[in-house]
């Protein structure tokens, strides 16, 4: 296999990775962020008994929330693109051992891949990478915070629900269709 093929498919390999890991990051910080933010408005309206237009206003703003979230968090974050440069750029971050081969070998090799100075630099690049597992650039620490927040914020919801069944089933019916309910 050319070694220029060969290094690319292992930096679209990280790419995917990291795309993956953004979006689980996105749409698990728009659980943390909508599940505590819809605990809270239940507790306050089953407290307080809002008006069905503050209830609207409430709902119009969670809304509003979520599409900002996923927006932000999800669909941009996603749609950016993954070049083969800015992914041999984070691996080099994370192993500078790499002394800037990497990026050498992908910019060179895109321009002309035949020329033997070229290929003697993406064969150095492969012969250096191949101690290091590129996937291991990408930190999954957010992913990981932003699980544990998401799923507290569940079990604290679905405790809720449970807990306080009549009062859980009552807000949210009032919220899902707040001119019914005055």
């Not at 979520?66 to 999800?74: D, G, M, P």
């Not at 033997?116 to 620490?141: M, W, Y």
């Not at 998401?150 to 919220?175: C, D, K, P, Q, W």
Request: a positive charge; charged letters at 25%.
């Amino acid at each position: 296999m050319d070694t220029y093929k060969q290094l690319t498919d292992k930096l679209r390999e990280v790419g995917s990775v990291w795309r993956r890991v953004l979006f689980l990051e996105g749409i698990s910080f728009l659980i943390a962020v909508i599940v505590p933010f819809l605990i809270i408005v239940f507790f306050l309206d089953n407290v307080v008994h809002m008006p069905s237009w503050i209830r609207s206003v409430i709902l119009m703003v969670a809304l509003a929330l979520s599409i900002s979230i996923l927006l932000k968090a999800v669909i941009f974050s996603f749609l950016r693109p993954f070049s083969d440069e800015r992914i041999a750029v984070h691996v080099e971050k994370k192993y500078p051992e790499l002394e800037n081969k990497l990026i050498n070998a992908v910019q060179l090799g895109r321009e002309d891949p035949k020329s033997p100075v070229t290929s003697a630099i993406i064969e150095d690049g492969l012969l250096k990478s191949k101690n290091f597992d590129f996937r291991e650039s990408i930190s999954r620490d957010h992913l990981r915070r932003s699980v544990m927040l998401s799923s507290f914020a569940i079990i604290l919801f679905v405790f809720y629900g449970f807990s306080f069944r009549e009062h859980f089933s009552n807000a949210m019916a009032r919220f899902l269709s707040p001119r019914w309910y005055r």
